[in-house]
């Protein structure tokens, strides 16, 4: 297939051939992955100024997409590309492979630095999905860190560089500029651009930013960083989002409401704030229990009611025969799915292999079930279908989004429905909440537990 890049793309092939480190942080369905393989090729064949690609990338990303990409196109079908993924073994080897692009995948980072030391051979990284690397504590970003000085080009592909604040953004830039713009140290970023917010008694939970921190820290970025969105660029179908409601019998009513009671009244009674990882514990009990079962000791899980699987199967049917991706929260949301689908004469897949991906692209897949942590990024399945359904919630904002450009990106033809179940008078309902405020998701979550937690306490002690 022949390239013609859109004026959008034409610009950030430019900027990638003319600055040297570069953020691009273009909305899904862009298409940044094609735009950077035709700037590769161009620095590689024609203008000989790099000589070995390393492309870092979501594992599901860094097994297929980039390969049938430049398959795709006829101007890149000349790169030679290794993935360095698998056994150690097999990494090895892959490393040894002659080729243009080496792919490996985040986790193997840390791997490659170690295995490397001083002969680092990469002379231009591409990072897709920079988000992945916005911890400054995360052991990946230190060890990328440790070998920028030999690292002569490096392109940023994110969508969303800053999912949970502009916090996130300051490891990111640092890859870039070595911290010539926000600063060498990240506790230096965070005093001058951001004030402490919620409080324990020895610890500060959050930090909020200082009027004016936005604009100061895009102008100081402006110029190694390239932000598009989707909707200035690209003619999309409409996205519906369409809620459904799953009313729970009594007997499950009951059960939750005492899970919920016990877990709050265990909560320590001299504890002024309750902290993020009891927060996120009590979240995830309760969302558990509203998709039908728990987990109890040894992994093993107990299911409650059946209630959001027969809510669930009823959309199925409602639907006719139409395929649907269907992103589910807890693994025992998958087993419980797979088992209630295998009654039925659908076809249906779990999404592992890029033969999975292949096969529901062209039709041959009924229902494609997947975590949103392992298919959030890069996946292209806009040919399989036009519905989503969101089995159990997820208050990541971040993979909620990305999820679902899955479906709703270019070469979609139909209006993508997203459909959520949602057990009435649970924890379901504070995270959808969540997910359509859009800002702060993660402290929305918060502070509707805080209230949830002070009324079941009044009115244990009435």
């Known amino acids: 297939m022949i390239f013609r ?39 590689k064949y024609n203008r000989f100024q790099v000589r070995k690609v390393l492309v870092i990338a979501p594992k599901k990303v860094a097994e297929g997409t980039w390969t049938k990409e430049k ?72 060890s990328l860190a440790s070998v920028g000085t030999h690292i002569d ?42 004030d402490p917010g919620d409080r324990g008694r020895d610890v500060i939970y959050n930090y909020k930013a200082k009027p004016g921190t936005e604009e100061s820290i895009l102008q100081k970025i402006s110029d190694i960083c390239i932000s598009m969105k989707a909707e200035d660029y690209l003619q999309l179908p409409e996205v519906i989002y369409h809620e459904i409601p799953v009313a729970l019998n009594d007997k499950s009513r009951k059960a939750y409401a005492e899970l919920e009671r016990k877990m709050v009244l265990e909560l320590p009674e001299d504890e002024e704030e309750i902290s993020v990882t009891s927060a996120a514990a009590l979240s995830n009990k309760l ?18 009611h059946s209630c959001k699987i027969e809510a669930f199967l009823e959309l199925i049917e409602s639907l006719q ?14 087993i419980r799915l797979l088992q209630a ?6 076809r249906v897949r779990e999404l592992k292999t890029t033969k999975d991906e292949d096969e529901w692209n062209a039709g041959q897949i ?60 649970t924890r379901d309902e504070d995270v959808m909440e969540a997910l359509n405020r859009k800002e702060d998701v993660q402290n929305w ?13 009044e009115e244990s002690q009435k």
């Open 5 to 43: 890049p859109h004026g959008y793309q034409q610009y950030c092939i430019n900027k990638i051939l003319e600055i040297k480190k570069l953020g691009l942080f273009l909305d899904m369905g862009l298409g940044k992955t094609v735009t950077t393989l035709t700037a590769v090729k161009e620095l």
């Open 71 to 142: 398959d795709k196109w006829d101007h890149t079908k000349i790169l030679r590309v290794s993935p360095v993924l698998g056994s150690q073994t097999k990494r090895i080897r892959a490393l040894n492979t002659p080729a243009d692009i080496y792919i490996i995948n985040r986790e193997n980072v840390c791997w490659l630095v170690d295995y490397y030391r001083n002969s680092w051979p990469f002379d231009m990284v591409v990072i897709d999905e920079s988000s992945s690397f916005k911890s400054h504590k995360a052991k990946r970003f230190k």
């Open 153 to 194: 080009r490096i392109v940023e592909l994110t969508g969303t560089p800053s999912p949970n604040g502009l916090e996130d953004l300051w490891s990111q830039i640092y890859l870039l500029d070595g911290g010539e713009r926000l600063g060498r140290r990240y506790t230096q970023f965070r005093e001058r651009y951001f």
């Open 287 to 304: 969302l558990q229990l509203a998709n039908g079962a728990i987990y109890g000791e040894g992994r093993q899980y107990h299911e409650i």
């Open 321 to 334: 025969g139409k395929p649907v991706l269907v992103f589910y929260n807890f693994q025992h949301d998958r």
């Open 341 to 346: 689908l295998g009654k039925t004469k659908l």
């Open 366 to 425: 009924d229902i494609l079930l997947t975590h949103p942590a392992s298919s959030a990024y890069g996946l292209n399945l806009q040919q399989g279908g036009n519905h989503v359904i969101w089995f159990g919630l997820t208050w990541n904002y971040e993979l909620y989004t990305q999820a679902n450009k899955r479906l709703h990106r270019q070469g979609q033809t139909e209006r993508v429905i997203i459909h959520h179940l949602i057990c009435s008078g």
């Open 445 to 457: 979550v918060m502070q509707s537990l805080k209230a949830r937690i002070k009324a079941i306490k």
